[in-house]
């Protein structure tokens, strides 16, 4: 429903509805906004929304064996419900020039009926996601809860006269709670994210162009759970101030050389993509040496070059 107070303020309602079959658990979401434009060039925005997610499939479906020979288990996640979200969001739009926008937006985010074991146990679906392996936990009840809130610039150059920029920076704080009734970090929350990113055109004749584009991006560091070393000389991991810590902040420049060129019936492109040029070791997570009884880090991609050939019909 989009109602217009004048033709300077608007306001947009509306209701989401979904369901999931398998277990008949379903959501009605109300949405609202609002929209001033001040001026010509320059607008205000505020809205909220109720949001809802359904987990993943494999949180449904897993199981705990309790007898191997007869092929016996327990699967008690089949009736979770969604995960819901009171989201609200204040937004401040300029575009001063006709190819040129400055945007800054201050949110606030409450998460409820998150899944997490019915224990006082650190884990809590929302940090599902962050790594290649997820937890097959079957004891999951929804009474976990998050909240996420920060600001964000979006500065931006749009294509025209042959280049383009994008500037972004967000700060935030990421935060959740299980059945132990107190805050923690998310393993998303890094704090911080910077991107820079650009590129220019170099028309070549008529029928060939070469491009360069270029990326930066800086973030805070990977929040972990810690490895320690306990008396028997093994690794194990301190649940106790999971997420408590994180890495060294994320550094990485990209870089790409291409050329195109347009032909009667097709398109050739040549691209060499520079991947994480300055090849700065990120790390990516902590591991136990069992022989050295050392605990080291394992880092990420360092610098890797891609060559790139395309036909375009």
């Known amino acids: 429903?989009?109602?217009?107070?004048?033709?300077?303020?608007?306001?947009?309602?509306?209701?989401?509805?979904?369901?999931?079959?398998?277990?008949?658990?379903?959501?009605?979401?109300?949405?609202?906004?609002?929209?001033?434009?001040?001026?010509?060039?320059?607008?205000?925005?505020?809205?909220?929304?109720?949001?809802?997610?359904?987990?993943?499939?494999?949180?449904?479906?897993?199981?705990?064996p309790i007898d191997d020979f007869y092929n016996q288990y327990i699967q008690n996640n089949t009736g979770l419900d969604f995960t819901k979200s009171n989201q609200a969001v204040i937004s401040y739009d300029w575009i001063p020039l006709n190819d040129f926008r400055i945007k800054i937006e201050t949110y606030y985010q409450y998460l409820?009926?998150?899944?997490?074991?019915?224990?006082?146990?650190?884990?809590?679906?929302?940090?599902?996601?962050?790594g290649f392996y997820q937890e097959r936990v079957n004891d999951l009840i929804n009474k976990g809860t998050g909240q996420n809130y920060g600001v964000e610039i979006t500065i931006e150059k749009f294509f025209s006269n042959n280049f383009y920029f994008l500037a972004t920076g967000s700060l935030f704080d990421s935060k959740y709670k299980t059945l132990e009734d107190f805050w923690r970090n998310t393993t998303f929350n890094n704090n911080y994210v910077v991107n820079v990113l650009g590129g220019y055109e170099f028309k070549i004749g008529t029928k060939s162009?070469?491009?360069?584009?270029?990326?930066?991006?800086?973030?805070?560091?990977?929040?972990?759970?810690p490895i320690i070393v306990n008396e028997e000389g093994e690794g194990v991991y301190d649940f106790e101030n999971a997420f408590a810590t994180k890495t060294d902040?994320?550094?990485?420049?990209?870089?790409?050389?291409?050329?195109?060129?347009?032909?009667?019936?097709?398109?050739?492109?040549?691209?060499?993509?520079?991947?994480?040029?300055?090849?700065?070791?990120?790390?990516?997570?902590?591991?136990?040496?069992?022989?050295?009884?050392?605990?080291?880090?394992?880092?990420?991609?360092?610098?890797?070059?891609?060559?790139?050939?395309?036909?375009?019909?």
């Open 1 to 64: 429903w989009n109602h217009k107070f004048t033709s300077k303020f608007d306001m947009f309602a509306g209701l989401h509805f979904q369901q999931l079959t398998s277990n008949n658990t379903w959501s009605a979401e109300p949405r609202l906004s609002f929209k001033w434009q001040l001026v010509s060039n320059q607008s205000l925005s505020f809205g909220y929304g109720l949001h809802s997610q359904m987990q993943s499939l494999f949180l449904y479906y897993a199981r705990t």
């Open 112 to 130: 409820f009926d998150v899944p997490v074991r019915a224990d006082t146990s650190y884990y809590s679906a929302l940090n599902a996601g962050a």
């Open 209 to 225: 162009l070469l491009s360069l584009d270029a990326k930066l991006v800086y973030a805070g560091g990977k929040r972990f759970i």
């Open 249 to 313: 902040p994320y550094f990485r420049t990209d870089l790409r050389i291409s050329l195109k060129v347009n032909m009667k019936r097709v398109t050739q492109e040549w691209g060499l993509d520079l991947q994480n040029l300055t090849n700065h070791k990120n790390i990516y997570n902590q591991n136990f040496n069992s022989e050295t009884k050392e605990v080291y880090y394992s880092y990420q991609q360092g610098f890797y070059p891609m060559f790139l050939y395309r036909l375009t019909f």
